[in-house]
Nanobody, 119 residues
Framework: VQLQASGGGLVEAGGSLRLACTAS????????MAWYRQAPGEQRELVAT???????DYADSAQGRFTISRDNAKKMVYLQMNSLKPEDTAVYYC??????????????WGQGTLVTVSS
């Protein structure tokens, strides 16, 4: 199972970006999907998660500014980021768990998309 993330870029503080991630491969079901980020010199951290039923959870830093959503039919997950701050600068990774059509569970990461917020 492969994940392809897109939507990163350079934005001024206070601006918005929408990240998207598409899952492909022999997918039988997608369970939890999530966005993580890793700033330079820092460990990767969880930003937001969404269950197959649409339940969401956010890191304190993302609460109120970011919105995670998904389209199960398209096998996509999104991250709408508003009121961006320079400290949001990081490489953003999507993550998904689920089952393949061959009955194996999977745990996959996207390649990352860079978000740079200028002050």
């Amino acid at each position: 199972v492969q994940l392809q993330a897109s939507g990163g870029g350079l934005v001024e503080a206070g601006g918005s970006l929408r990240l998207a991630c598409t899952a492909s491969g022999y997918i039988y079901s997608l369970n939890d999907m999530a966005w993580y980020r890793q700033a330079p010199g820092e460990q990767r951290e969880l930003v937001a998660t969404i269950t197959s039923g649409g339940g969401t959870d956010y890191a304190d830093s993302a609460q109120g500014r970011f919105t995670i959503s998904r389209d199960n039919a398209k096998k996509m997950v999104y991250l709408q980021m508003n009121s961006l701050k320079p400290e949001d600068t990081a490489v953003y990774y999507c993550h998904a768990e689920g089952w393949t059509t061959t009955g194996r569970d999977f745990n996959s990461w996207g390649q990352g998309t860079l978000v740079t917020v200028s002050s």
